[in-house]
């Protein structure tokens, strides 16, 4: 084989394993989700549904809570963000919207990841737990002990990027509040024990904690 022949091979060759290269790369950069966990519409929905507040004695930090209320229409769009990563066909997605509506209809949601300086004070699915977990509306409290800790998988991470290493996360469910419904009314959740009290406060036309800044609101 000629120099020049033996050039065009190698050139050739180089070619091809860069275009593989290539290939390779962009295929795992198509692995990561899409929509990304803090973009879209979902992410500007989780955010505007979340609230997170701390717990100090002085200059010890004793708790942090973070939650988000799943009305139903943050139900619908946790459905919909779903139904994006997981590829579901049309029956997949409407047999999950048909169950949140069934959910939204029997109970006030929460997902709450609760860290404390004292892990054995993070036992909120404990019978005794030192926690009083109450909703405060204007017209009385609804009190719950419905807290269920669930893992915090890979899904439950992706739906929900402010959780920590360090927190517990639950399901929270209340009574169905008596009036109109908590999308449309201001009302606190207040986690209160001997450590001290912390509040949530809801529908204050405020933002949550991980939204990214510029991200507009569903309908502004």
């Not at 619908?76 to 997981?86: S, T």
């Not at 004292?118 to 009385?140: F, H, I, M, Y």
């Not at 209160?192 to 036309?205: H, I, M, Q, R, Y």
Request: with cysteine.
């Amino acid at each position: 084989m000629s120099r020049s022949a033996a050039t065009r091979l190698l050139a050739v060759a180089l070619a091809a394993a860069g275009a593989l290269a290539c290939s390779s790369v962009e295929t795992v950069r198509t692995r990561a989700p899409v929509p990304a966990v803090r973009e879209g519409e979902w992410a500007a929905i989780r955010s505007q549904a979340t609230r997170r507040a701390y717990l100090y004695d002085r200059l010890s930090h004793r708790a942090t809570a973070t939650a988000t209320f799943l009305s139903l229409p943050v139900r619908e769009a946790r459905v919909r963000r779903l139904a994006a990563w997981l590829g579901w066909t049309e029956e997949e997605k409407a047999a999950r919207l048909a169950a949140e509506r069934a959910e939204a209809e029997k109970y006030e949601e929460f997902v709450l990841a609760l860290y404390t300086s004292d892990s054995r004070s993070n036992d909120l699915d404990a019978p005794t737990s030192v926690w009083r977990l109450a909703l405060k509306l204007d017209d009385g409290d609804l009190v719950t002990r419905d807290a269920t800790a669930i893992d915090a998988d890979a899904t439950v991470m992706g739906l929900f990027p402010y959780v920590g290493p360090f927190d517990v996360v639950y399901r929270v469910r209340f009574p169905k509040a008596p009036g109109a419904p908590l999308d449309y009314r201001a009302f606190r959740m207040e986690l209160t024990s001997a450590l001290g009290k912390v509040e949530l406060p809801f529908n204050d036309g405020t933002f949550g904690p991980d939204r990214p800044e510029g991200t507009p609101l569903p309908g502004r």
